[in-house]
């Protein structure tokens, strides 16, 4: 089926049933920003592959909610699939239902698959619309029965990491987590989010792309730990291992049972509203209180312990290894006119592959050439797939699982020919990158204050970037972990020794070139005054930045120093590991401007 003949259908089924407006986000049962194949439903309706977005569909108008991140990829992506790009003008907000309340009368029926929305979507979809007179139903699959050929879930094995490498074991953490139960007096906790499951149990897999999760639900009662996961991706040493800590296995298909036999009496269950599906809220007996809130385990696995936090920095030691090797043999053969967007991604993961401990990528590697760097979420098809040539900026953003840490990078380098335009849009992202970096910050600080430090380089010279400046990292877990971020949004989150969060201001010239540089930061105590205690980050990241494309004048000596010194750094820590030409080549791109 064409993506216009799966719209014709979806528009039929909704008039059978009476439905005047259907509504397809991008979750899953966990609500998961990166999706099993199965759940890829706007994909298959529409042919939109970004991780973010909402297709509602009227019989007169289909329409895509997405942000600035993937303008360009959808108006491409949607060419003749019936489906329009409609601009959010704020990340992350559910602009849709303003349309709606616009668009829609009384007695009008708004329908969703429940699986697929979080608590939070459906409780906005109905407190906004229900005093209209508008019905709601978040009870119906309009995809399962056009997606003939639908993925069926995961099935790849799951394992257990070792207590050395995560420097907790599941007892540990189970009992924080029922400390911290008692406290707010609530007696049972529902987990959907695969992260968190993943890091209470050490339980890690490959049931999502480039994210090392297995599909499950956790349960907490007073009496038991219960997981429910297939139990044919467990072998019976880990089963073993789990009962040993304390864990009951149930099938994963089980939690909708087990939720209809809770108690009456006094029961109370804590759960995340915006990592919880409303299909699950919706199964717990009307009896029982529901507490909605931040999941304690969000912020638990935010602050990594110092056996994370130094297998993190090992970690970085690996992936600059591999990363020099790359940039190396990219300036080496981007003369000879062969290589492509494609194959360079796939020769970054070739180095990174060849590293011990490595597991996969992080994240799909974001290869952009000129023009292509300038979509923040690129990546190239066989159809987009650009011919790198020795002129024009080239921008990489790319990371690597490691079972010893998780890592993200970007780095824009210049093939040749390089304008003074290019060099000062440059200088200003890694401008705002150091002062970023840089920043002392009193404890307790949020976010989207150092979202402002960042930015005010470019924000003196009339510049400015549409994506967030930072998102939480995970220990070999999530590429974009909660609960912190460094964006314009009021966050009410503090900002805490053990995070590690990225810095990436960029800079986008559409049509023409993008500019992002990223580092990974831990927070770690600075010292304390008598004004309080102030925190400071640790660069984890170790990878070479191009003085080529600087313009000095731009810069205050501290920038200097502090771009120097990094430099340095990475060569010290790097060089010890690399061979004669590889320490040779390191040593001229780290040379002191």
Same mark, same amino acid.
């Given at each position: 089926?064409t993506? %216009?003949?799966?719209? +014709? ?8 049933? !009476?439905?005047? $407006?259907y509504?397809?986000?991008?979750a ?7 999706l099993p ?6 994909a298959y309706?529409?042919?939109?592959t970004?991780?973010?977005g909402?297709?509602?569909i009227?019989?007169?108008?289909a329409?895509?909610?997405?942000d600035s991140r993937?303008?360009?990829?959808a ?7 019936g489906?329009?790009?409609v601009k959010l003008?704020?990340?992350g ?8 309340q616009?668009k ?6 708004? +329908?969703f698959?429940?699986k697929l +929305? ?5 409780k906005?979809?109905?407190?906004e619309?229900?005093?209209s ?15 003939q050929d ?15 490498i995560?420097g907790e074991?599941? @007892?540990?953490?189970?009992?924080r987590?029922r400390?911290y139960l008692?406290?707010i ?5 529902l ?7 993943a890091?209470?149990? &050490?339980?890690r897999? %490959?049931?999502?792309k480039c ?5 499950s639900?956790? *349960? ?13 991706k ?11 800590q304390?864990?009951e296995?149930?099938d994963?298909?089980g939690l909708?049972? #087990? ?5 009456? =009496?006094? %029961? @109370?269950i ?12 919706s199964?717990?007996p !009307?009896?029982?209180k ?12 935010? *602050?990594? =312990?110092?056996?994370? +936090?130094?297998?993190?920095?090992? @970690?970085?030691?690996?992936?600059g290894i591999?990363?020099?090797?790359f ?6 053969n ?17 180095f990174?592959q060849?590293q011990?401990?490595?597991? &996969?990528e ?7 050439y000129?023009?292509?760097?300038a979509?923040?979420h690129?990546?190239?098809?066989e ?9 024009g900026l080239?921008?990489?953003d790319? /990371?690597?699982?490691?079972?010893t840490?998780?890592?993200d ?6 093939l040749?020919?390089?304008s003074? $335009? ?10 705002g990158?150091?002062e970023?970096? #840089? ?6 600080i949020?976010?989207?204050q ?7 380089p470019?924000?003196e010279r ?5 994506? /967030?400046?930072?998102? /939480? ?7 974009h972990e909660?609960?912190?971020v460094?964006?314009?949004?009021n966050?009410?989150?503090t900002?805490?020794?053990g995070?590690?969060?990225?810095i990436?201001?960029? *800079?986008y010239?559409?049509?023409r070139y993008?500019i992002?540089?990223? &580092?990974?930061v ?5 010292q304390?005054?008598?004004?309080g205690?102030f925190?400071a ?9 191009? @003085? ?5 004048s731009?810069l205050?000596?501290?920038?200097i120093d ?6 340095n ?5 790097l ?7 590889e320490?040779?080549w ?6 002191v401007?």
């Amino acid at each position: 089926m064409t993506y %216009s003949e799966k719209l +014709a259908a979806i528009r039929s089924l909704m008039e059978e049933q !009476q439905i005047d $407006a259907y509504i397809i986000p991008s979750a899953d049962p966990h609500i998961s920003e990166y999706l099993p194949d199965r759940y890829k439903c706007i994909a298959y309706a529409s042919g939109f592959t970004g991780s973010a977005g909402t297709l509602v569909i009227t019989q007169d108008f289909a329409g895509l909610w997405t942000d600035s991140r993937y303008f360009v990829q959808a108006n491409e992506q949607l060419a003749n699939s019936g489906f329009e790009l409609v601009k959010l003008k704020n990340q992350g907000v559910a602009e849709y239902i303003d349309w709606l309340q616009e668009k829609l009368v009384r007695g009008n029926k708004v +329908a969703f698959d429940g699986k697929l +929305a979080s608590v939070s979507i459906a409780k906005q979809l109905i407190d906004e619309l229900q005093p209209s007179k508008i019905l709601i139903d978040g009870t119906i699959d309009l995809i399962e029965s056009i997606w003939q050929d639908r993925p069926i879930l995961p099935t790849e094995s799951a394992y257990l990491l070792e207590e050395s490498i995560v420097g907790e074991n599941t @007892t540990s953490k189970l009992t924080r987590l029922r400390k911290y139960l008692e406290k707010i007096k609530v007696n049972y906790h529902l987990i959907s989010s695969l992260d968190d499951i993943a890091w209470l149990f &050490n339980i890690r897999g %490959s049931d999502v792309k480039c994210n090392p999760v297995v599909l499950s639900f956790a *349960l907490l009662t007073p009496e038991s730990t219960i997981l429910f996961i297939d139990q044919n991706k467990l072998s019976e040493q880990y089963k073993t291992l789990l009962r040993e800590q304390g864990v009951e296995l149930l099938d994963y298909h089980g939690l909708e049972k #087990t939720l209809d036999n809770l108690p009456a =009496n006094e %029961s @109370t269950i804590l759960l995340d509203p915006k990592r919880t599906c409303y299909a699950i809220y919706s199964q717990i007996p !009307q009896y029982v209180k529901i507490v909605e809130q931040l999941n304690p385990t969000t912020k638990f696995k935010s *602050l990594k =312990n110092a056996i994370e +936090a130094e297998h993190v920095r090992q @970690t970085m030691i690996k992936d600059g290894i591999a990363l020099t090797r790359f940039f190396k043999w990219l300036e080496e053969n981007v003369v000879a006119g062969a290589l492509t967007e494609i194959n360079i991604a796939e020769k970054l993961l070739s180095f990174r592959q060849e590293q011990v401990g490595f597991v &996969n990528e992080s994240f799909d590697t974001i290869a952009g050439y000129k023009e292509h760097g300038a979509l923040p979420h690129y990546k190239a098809t066989e159809g987009s797939n650009a011919t790198l040539q020795p002129n024009g900026l080239l921008l990489i953003d790319s /990371g690597g699982q490691y079972q010893t840490g998780t890592t993200d990078i970007t780095r824009v380098v210049s093939l040749g020919d390089l304008s003074d $335009a290019e060099k000062v849009d440059y200088t200003l992202v890694l401008k705002g990158m150091i002062e970023g970096s #840089t920043t002392v910050y009193p404890k307790n600080i949020r976010g989207y204050q150092i979202d402002a430090i960042t930015r005010r380089p470019l924000w003196e010279r009339l510049r400015n970037y549409g994506h /967030g400046t930072g998102h /939480g990292v995970g220990f070999f877990l999530n590429v974009h972990e909660g609960p912190q971020v460094f964006n314009a949004s009021n966050v009410d989150i503090t900002i805490e020794e053990g995070m590690i969060t990225s810095i990436e201001p960029g *800079l986008y010239r559409e049509g023409r070139y993008g500019i992002r540089i990223e &580092n990974l930061v831990l927070s770690v105590l600075d010292q304390e005054t008598e004004f309080g205690e102030f925190m400071a980050f640790e660069t984890l990241t170790l990878c070479y930045i191009d @003085t080529n494309l600087v313009d000095k004048s731009l810069l205050d000596q501290k920038h200097i120093d502090w771009l120097n010194q990094y430099n340095n750094m990475v060569y010290e820590r790097l060089s010890v590991h690399l061979d004669g030409d590889e320490k040779q080549w390191l040593s001229n791109k780290t040379k002191v401007i």
